[in-house]
């Protein structure tokens, strides 16, 4: 096998290799670009209204106890 030979067949199989890694791109913007139509037909992508109580007061509550309670138990 010559180096023009080589040359040729490594040449051929670069530009096979990145049409290969091309055509998967083209595949794949597809696909996000079809989900996203589907996301939006069925409604998916609104948000939920989220209720009026936050939930970090709950945890603040606990923190407030532990505190006092530390705080007791370091007094006796």
Do not use: W, Y
Not at 11 to 19: A, E, V
Not at 30 to 49: Q, S
């Amino acid at each position: 096998m010559t180096i023009s030979e080589m040359l040729t067949q490594s040449g051929f199989l670069t530009l096979l290799g990145m049409g290969v890694v091309f055509g998967f791109l083209i595949i794949m913007i597809i696909c996000m670009n079809g989900l996203r139509v589907l996301v939006h037909a069925f409604g998916l992508d609104k948000e939920e209204p989220k209720s009026d109580v936050p939930a970090a007061p709950a945890a603040d509550e606990k923190a407030v106890v532990a505190a006092i309670a530390t705080a007791l138990h370091e007094k006796q």
